[in-house]
C-alpha cells in the first residue's frame, strides 16, 4: 500500500534532550512536510522540502533541524533549543510543491517532554 | 501577513440536516482552496478541492463553494450523519505560495 508512515506514535523526551522524529513516504512525491499542531490550533508549518538535498524554513523553524538525503525520507530532529517541543507533529508530502495536489498525512507522532 | 480564519466555536447539528462550516481569508488571493477532514489523534485527510475560476464543487453529500470577492469559502454536508463528526481544515494556497490551513471548526452530529 502506498503511504506516508511517521514513527513512533507516541515519544517522551527529556528537558535537554534531542530527539528525532521519522518521516518515509512510498508515493513518489517530491515535496514533504513538517507540522505541529497544538491542542485548539491549526497546523503551523516547520519546514518544507521542495526537493531532495534541498529544505526551507517554514514558519516557526527555530528549534528544530531537517534533512532530505533520500526522496522517500524527511526526519525531523527536535533539539533543545525548541522551548515548547510538546506538541502533535504531522508529516505530510504531495506531489509537487504549491501546486492544485492533495497533501497526504502521516498519523502523526505525539511528543512529550518530561 | 496571511489570515485565515474558521469558527473556532463547535458546531452541533441534528443529525440528518445541513452542516455549513465557513473559511474566511484576508490579506491573500489564493488560486485554489482544500478541505481537509481531521480526526482526534489523526492526521488530516483530504476531501476536495476547488480552484479560483470554480464557484462550485460537489463529491457526494459534500459541496464546496469559492467566493474570491468575498474571499471567502462554504463547505457543506448534506444528509449529515454522525459519522462526519470531525474537525474540518480549510487550507487556500497556490502558485508556488505554501498552503496555510485554518484552525479548524470542530463538528458535532447529533442522532
Known amino acids: 500500500d502506498g503511504g506516508i508512515t511517521q514513527s513512533p506514535k507516541y515519544l517522551f523526551r527529556k528537558e535537554g534532550q534531542n530527539v528525532t522524529l521519522s518521516c518515509e513516504q512510498n508515493l513518489n512525491h517530491d515535496a514533504m512536510y513538517w507540522y505541529r499542531q497544538d491542542p485548539g490550533q491549526g497546523l503551523r508549518l516547520i519546514y518544507y522540502s521542495q526537493i531532495v538535498n534541498d529544505f526551507q524554513k517554514g514558519d516557526i523553524a527555530e528549534g528544530y533541524s531537517v534533512s532530505r538525503e533520500k526522496k522517500e525520507s524527511f526526519p525531523l530532529t527536535v533539539t533543545s533549543a525548541q522551548k515548547n517541543p510538546t506538541a502533535f507533529y504531522l508529516c505530510a508530502s504531495s506531489n509537487e510543491w504549491g501546486t492544485n495536489t492533495e497533501a497526504f498525512f502521516g498519523q502523526g507522532t505525539r511528543l512529550t517532554v518530561v | 501577513s496571511q489570515k485565515i480564519e474558521q469558527n473556532s466555536e463547535a458546531l452541533n447539528i441534528q443529525e440528518g440536516k445541513t452542516a455549513t462550516l465557513t473559511c474566511n481569508y484576508t490579506n491573500y488571493s489564493p488560486a485554489y482552496l482544500q478541505w481537509y477532514r481531521q480526526d482526534p489523534g489523526r492526521g488530516p485527510v483530504f476531501l476536495l478541492l476547488?480552484?479560483?475560476?470554480?464557484k462550485e464543487k460537489r463529491k457526494e453529500r459534500l459541496k464546496v463553494t469559492f467566493d474570491t470577492t468575498l474571499k471567502q469559502s462554504l463547505f457543506h454536508i448534506t444528509a449529515s450523519q454522525p459519522a462526519d463528526s470531525a474537525t474540518y481544515l480549510c487550507?487556500?494556497?497556490?502558485?508556488?505560495?505554501?498552503?496555510?490551513f485554518g484552525t479548524g471548526t470542530k463538528l458535532q452530529v447529533i442522532p
Open positions: 487550507a487556500p494556497g497556490g502558485g508556488y505560495q505554501k498552503v496555510t
Open positions: 476547488i480552484r479560483e475560476n470554480e
